[in-house]
């Protein structure tokens, strides 16, 4: 029975084993890798990716992180390729194999018949004389590095090296094509990524809520009432239509006083405050509340008033 000390030991040996053949995938990259990045940038069709069993699964994830990147990419399964699929491949698609042995005879199947096209094929693998890399027109070969299993047997660091070399692939084809974080959020809309990276103009234009706002010279009754009914705690303070103060819950707290109710809006507010540009992304206006400690900031397009960020608001989506 494994106790918890072998268990720690043995999850750090493991750890080790892997890092010591990414290390030496490190080592071995040149002038095939090189080959591969530039056979992908200047593809005219999708990235296909094939692979069987363990290197099915790392060939998904090599897919979809190509396909968020710039480069259209889809996994094949090679068995269901077999069954009419391979009609997915056209003649202008670059072709990659994944197989850790070379040997997998759907996988080789596929490559056959993209050669027989005309398409250009990469392998990835870690026999260099096997039948897909004597077969592609690039193979890129991992390093002789043991598996983690204690039996050499279990898919460990040969996937976790075939899933490294993947990623390789995936940026330096990325940073080629320029790919910006602008683009990245096109491709992730949803999610707590995807709301970071959104421009506060486009989340602004989507809300409907009214912008809280007095003039100077409104009296004490009416800023209360428009900061209540704004439900943001706190409205800005505008020269006919021009922000020039706002007033949060805390400058009305600190103002409090006897003669409270006979000031106007710019005896308490806080003049020339922070504000943000509708072309900043939402992480970096979460980020400047979080250094600055505040909780509201409008959001101008010049002298505009395009909108007001509440960070309540933002908590309520869960994104945040």
């Avoid at 080959?35 to 979809?64: D, F, P, Y």
């Avoid at 509340?289 to 509440?310: H, M, P, S, W, Y």
């Amino acid at each position: 029975m494994t106790t918890k000390h072998d268990s720690l030991s043995i999850g750090r040996d493991v750890i080790r084993r892997e890092a010591d053949g990414l290390r030496a995938l490190e080592a071995s990259l040149g002038a095939g890798f090189e080959t591969a990045v530039e056979t992908i940038l200047t593809g005219k069709g999708h990235l296909i990716v094939v692979g069987l069993g363990k290197s099915g699964h790392i060939g998904r994830k090599i897919a979809a992180s190509f396909a968020s990147t710039g480069t259209p990419a889809f996994f094949l399964h090679p068995s269901e390729a077999a069954h009419g699929d391979l009609g997915m491949i056209r003649p202008d698609a670059v072709v990659l194999g994944l197989s850790n042995s070379g040997e997998s005879d759907e996988v080789n199947g596929v490559i056959s018949y993209a050669n027989s096209l005309g398409n250009d094929t990469i392998a990835i693998t870690s026999a260099a004389q096997s039948t897909l890399a004597r077969g592609v027109d690039t193979a890129l070969v991992l390093p002789d590095a043991p598996e983690a299993c204690p039996n050499n047997l279990a898919p460990t660091t040969s996937t976790t090296l075939t899933l490294a070399l993947g990623d390789a692939l995936c940026v330096a084809v990325m940073q080629a094509r320029g790919f910006t974080a602008e683009d990245f959020g096109a491709r992730h809309p949803a999610g707590k990524l995807g709301f970071g990276l959104q421009r506060l103009g486009d989340y602004l234009a989507a809300q409907a809520d009214t912008i809280p706002l007095v003039q100077t010279e409104a009296a004490m009754p009416d800023v209360i009432l428009a900061m209540t009914s704004g439900g943001k705690g706190c409205v800005g303070v505008a020269r006919d239509e021009t922000l020039v103060g706002i007033i949060t819950d805390g400058d009305l707290r600190r103002a409090m006083g006897n003669d409270i109710m006979q000031k106007r809006a710019s005896d308490i507010m806080t003049a020339e405050p922070f504000t943000l540009s509708p072309d900043v992304r939402m992480k970096d206006a979460v980020a400047a509340f979080t250094q600055r400690k505040i909780g509201n900031a409008f959001v101008l397009e010049g002298d505009k008033i395009v909108g007001l960020l509440d960070l309540k608001t933002l908590l309520a989506t869960g994104n945040v």
